[in-house]
C-alpha cells in the first residue's frame, strides 16, 4: 500500500436545501448537520445560510441584512436608509464572538419599507416603479456607491447569514440553531477563481431570492453586462452573484414561469431542440433567441429559493453533482446522498436530477393556489 | 471484522481498515457508513468489504483486488481507475463509475450517473466490466478504449419514458465494447461508432457477464437474456488517425 500525499486539498463545493412544504418550522439545528456533513467539500474560505419564514413578526418589512467593513460605511448607509426608507425596527444581527473568527465585519439588520411620503410624491410624477424594484434600486445603490457596505439579504421574512469560515463555525458565529424556517439553504465553499471574503460568501440574494452554487459560471461577463442594462449591478466579486439578479429579471419582472425561467439559463443544446415537436421546439429557440445573454455557461449545480419555492438545477451536461430526495412533505436536496441521509436516513425516494431539468418543489398552498390560478385561466 | 462507521470521519475508517487488512483480517462488515470518502482504495489481495448504507466519492479507487458489497447507493467516482476486484452495488451509483477502470468489476443494479465508464482500457488479460441494471446518464463509455460495459436498463427507478442512454454515448470511443439491451435512436451514439448484432463469441461472454450479475443480485439471468441485444463498437481503432492531417 503505498502512501500518497497530494500536493492540493481535492474538493468542490458543497450545498444542501430543503422546504418543508406545509410551512413549518425546522430548526437550523438541522441543516448545520447537513451541511457539516460536506466539510471535505469546502476549504473554510466561506459558508452561509439563507433561512425563510425567520421573522414573522415583521414579515410585512423588507429585512435588511447589511455588512460594514468600517464605522464610516455604517453611518453613510444608515443616513442613506433613513432618507429613504421606514425603518420599523433595527438592531445587531446577532453573532458570538468565536476565537476561531478573528476579523468579522459589523452586522446589522433593518426591517423596513419605502417611504409612503416619497412613494406617493414619486407616484404623483410619475416615478413609481413598485415597492420591489424600489428596494432592488437601492440595494444597488448601497452595494455601489458607499464603499465597505455591502447588502446580505433584502427580502421579506427571510435573510442570509454568511462569512469567511467553514460552515459550522458560520452557523455558531451567527447562532443559526436560535432560527426556525420552512426553507432552509447552505453552503460550503472552496473558492477557485475569485477572493474568499465575507460578501463573497453564498448565499447570494436579492428581494426574497436566494442562490447557493458549486462551479464556476464562466459566462460571468456577459451575464453581468446582460443585467447591468436592467439596472443590477455586481459589485461582490463572484460569478454567482449574477445568478441572483437573472432570477429576479427573468420571474419577477419578465414573468417566466420558474420552469421557463431555468429553461433560459441551462436551455438544451441546439441539436436536441431541433429534433423535438412543436409546439415545443419553437419556445425553446425563443427562449435561446430572446435570452441568449442570460445562458450560465460552464459547470453549475445550483440551488436556490424563494418564499415559496425551493429549485435546484444542473448545467447542461451535469458537469456538478445534485441529488434529490423527497420524505413526506419535506424535499431534499444536496451535493451528496450522504448530506440528505445525515438529516434524514430514510427518504421515500432518492434520485439524481438530470442535466438542465430543474427540480421545483413549492409549498403546499403555494402548489394548489398556483393550479387552481392555472386552471381558471385555461377555462 | 465490524466497524460501526457512525460519525466517524473517513480518515480514521479507512485507516482502521487498513492496519487491519495489513495484519491479516479478510473480512470487514462496516455499518452506519454515510459519505465516509475513499472506503478500500488502493487495498489490495483478498478482502471482503461489506458496506451497510451510503459510502462517499471514489469508493475502491486504485483498488487491486478485493470484493466490495454495497447494500445501498454508492455516490460519484466508484471504482475510479480501479485495478482489479469486484464492487456490487445494490441500488444506484452516481457520477463517473469506473473513470480510467484498467480491470475487475462494477456491477450496479440501479441507475447510474454521467460519463460512466469513461476512459475505460484493457491489456493483455486485464478486462474491466461493468454492468448497470438501470439507465445511464449522457457520455457512457466516452473515449473507451477497451473493456466492455453491459446496460440493462431493467431495475433503476428512472421513469419508463426516459431513454436507455443519454447522449453521446461512447463519444471517442476506440476500442472495447458496449452492450445495449434493446435499443437506443442512433443520433444518441458517439460520432464513428456503429450498431452491430452479436455473433456467437459475443453471446457467450455475455452470458457469462449476466449469470454474474444475476447471482449477485437474486436475479434471473435467462429473463435478462430473453430480450435481444445490441453491441457498440468503434468502425475502426483510429477514429481520429487522420484527423490533423490533410
Redesign the interface.
Known amino acids: ?2 502512501s500518497w500525499h497530494f500536493g492540493k486539498d481535492i474538493s468542490g463545493c458543497g450545498l444542501v436545501g430543503f422546504l418543508q412544504r406545509r410551512g413549518e418550522g425546522v430548526n437550523g439545528g438541522v441543516i448545520i448537520r447537513a451541511i457539516c ?2 466539510d ?1 467539500r469546502g476549504n473554510g474560505l466561506g459558508a452561509g445560510f439563507a433561512a425563510y419564514g425567520i421573522y414573522p413578526e415583521y414579515k410585512e418589512f423588507y429585512a435588511l441584512h447589511l455588512m460594514y467593513e468600517d464605522m464610516v460605511a455604517l453611518s453613510r448607509t444608515e443616513s442613506f436608509i433613513q432618507e429613504n426608507l421606514h425603518v420599523e425596527h433595527q438592531e445587531q444581527i446577532p453573532h458570538r464572538h468565536l476565537p476561531s473568527i478573528k476579523e468579522h465585519p459589523r452586522l446589522r439588520r433593518y426591517f423596513v419599507r419605502p417611504k409612503r411620503d416619497l412613494s406617493e410624491a414619486q407616484l404623483a410624477r410619475g416615478l413609481w416603479v413598485g415597492e420591489d424594484d424600489y428596494m432592488v434600486r437601492i440595494v444597488m445603490t448601497i452595494n455601489r456607491e458607499i464603499p465597505g457596505a455591502f447588502v446580505v439579504s433584502s427580502g421579506k421574512n427571510m435573510g442570509a447569514f454568511k462569512g469567511v469560515g467553514f460552515p459550522e463555525q458560520m452557523a455558531d458565529f451567527f447562532r443559526i440553531e436560535d432560527y426556525d424556517a420552512y426553507l432552509w439553504t447552505a453552503h460550503t465553499r472552496f473558492p477557485t477563481n475569485t477572493p474568499g471574503w465575507w460578501g463573497g460568501a453564498h448565499p447570494f440574494t436579492i428581494l426574497d431570492w436566494s442562490i447557493v452554487h458549486n462551479g464556476e459560471i464562466s459566462s460571468y461577463g456577459i451575464n453581468r453586462r446582460y443585467l447591468e442594462m436592467f439596472g443590477y449591478h455586481c459589485t461582490l466579486q463572484t460569478d454567482t452573484e449574477v445568478v441572483a439578479y437573472l432570477l429576479d429579471l427573468l420571474i419577477r419582472r419578465h414573468g417566466l414561469s420558474k420552469r421557463l425561467a431555468c429553461m433560459a439559463l441551462s436551455p438544451p443544446l441546439w ?2 431542440i431541433d ?1 423535438m415537436p412543436e409546439p415545443q421546439r419553437g419556445l425553446c429557440r425563443a427562449i435561446r433567441m430572446v435570452y441568449g445573454s442570460a445562458l450560465l455557461n460552464g459547470p453549475f449545480a445550483i440551488l436556490f429559493a424563494d418564499s415559496h419555492s425551493l429549485v435546484g438545477l444542473n448545467d447542461r ?2 458537469l456538478r ?1 445534485l ?1 434529490a430526495a423527497v420524505a413526506g412533505d419535506s424535499v431534499y436536496m444536496a451535493s ?4 440528505i ?2 438529516i434524514c436516513p430514510e427518504p421515500d ?4 436530477p ?2 438542465g431539468e430543474p427540480v421545483i418543489a413549492t409549498l403546499k398552498e403555494y402548489a394548489e393556489d398556483h393550479e387552481d390560478r392555472c386552471q381558471r385561466a385555461s377555462l | 471484522m465490524r466497524i460501526d462507521a457512525n460519525g466517524l470521519h473517513y480518515r480514521e475508517l479507512n485507516k482502521r481498515i487498513r492496519e487491519a487488512a495489513r495484519k491479516g483480517t479478510s473480512r470487514f462488515e462496516l455499518v452506519g457508513v454515510n459519505g465516509q470518502r475513499y472506503i478500500a482504495d488502493g487495498l489490495e489481495g483478498e478482502v471482503e468489504i461489506h458496506i451497510h448504507g451510503t459510502p462517499g466519492q471514489d469508493l475502491g479507487a486504485f483498488m487491486k483486488g478485493p470484493r466490495v458489497w454495497v447494500y445501498g447507493n454508492a455516490q460519484d467516482g466508484v471504482g475510479n481507475t480501479m485495478d482489479a476486484g469486484k464492487i456490487v452495488v445494490h441500488g444506484m451509483a452516481g457520477d463517473v463509475v469506473g473513470y480510467g477502470m484498467r480491470g475487475g468489476r462494477i456491477h450496479i443494479l440501479g441507475d447510474v450517473g454521467y460519463r460512466v465508464g469513461i476512459h475505460m482500457k484493457s491489456y493483455q488479460d486485464k478486462l474491466p466490466v461493468i454492468v448497470i441494471g438501470g439507465k445511464a446518464g449522457d457520455f457512457l463509455g466516452e473515449y473507451m478504449a477497451g473493456g466492455c460495459i453491459v446496460l440493462l436498463g431493467m431495475y433503476g427507478t428512472d421513469p419508463p419514458e426516459r431513454p436507455l442512454a443519454g447522449h453521446y454515448l461512447g463519444t471517442g470511443m476506440h476500442g472495447g465494447i458496449i452492450y445495449l439491451r434493446g435499443e437506443i435512436e442512433p443520433y444518441r451514439l458517439g460520432k464513428g461508432l456503429a450498431f452491430e448484432p452479436l455473433d456467437e463469441n459475443d453471446r457467450s461472454f455475455l452470458e457469462l457477464i449476466i449469470k454474474e450479475f444475476a447471482e449477485d443480485f437474486g436475479k434471473d439471468a435467462s429473463e435478462i437474456l430473453e430480450e435481444p441485444f445490441t453491441k457498440v463498437k468503434p468502425a475502426t481503432h483510429r477514429p481520429y488517425g487522420s484527423m490533423y492531417a490533410y
Open positions: 500500500m503505498s456533513h460536506m471535505e441539436e436536441e429534433r451536461i451535469k453533482p441529488v451528496e446522498e450522504s448530506a441521509r445525515a425516494r432518492v434520485w439524481a438530470k442535466a
